[in-house]
Nanobody, 128 residues
């Protein structure tokens, strides 16, 4: 299985900012489109944003538009999620995963054949 390690989460007040990082371990992230997903207790992870291999196609779900920015630095083998104006409903665990390149403009769909299970994720807590 491809290994991705998430970091950068933390506890912030509403309106705060965080930068999440997703680093590929022992493989090159440039070969995959990558997506960020958000999970709350009792629910499956849901897409937040994804970015194509070269970064020329980006998808953001409506709740992320104008607040979250996905980017990548293939030289650093890292994909980022910059989160601004955080709200309590953004609380949860954030995961990254490889997604299907051909679907990035419409949906962030995990490549399950190469990524059958989620990593450890990074916890984000937004509260006053």
């Amino acid at each position: 299985q491809l290994l991705l390690v998430e970091s950068g989460g933390g506890s912030v007040q509403p309106g705060g900012t965080l930068r999440l990082s997703c680093v590929a371990s022992r493989w090159s992230v440039e070969h995959y489109s990558i997506g960020w997903f958000h999970q709350v207790p009792g629910k499956e992870p849901e897409e937040v944003a994804c970015i194509s291999r070269r970064g020329d196609t980006i998808r953001n779900v409506d709740s992320a538009k104008g607040r979250f920015t996905i980017s990548r630095n293939n030289a650093k083998n890292t994909v980022y999620l910059d989160m601004h104006d955080l709200a309590p409903e953004d609380t949860g665990t954030y995961y990254c995963a490889p997604v299907h390149e051909g679907l990035v403009d419409t949906a962030c769909v995990v490549v399950r054949a190469d990524f059958p299970s989620w990593g450890q994720g990074t916890q984000v807590t937004v509260s006053s």
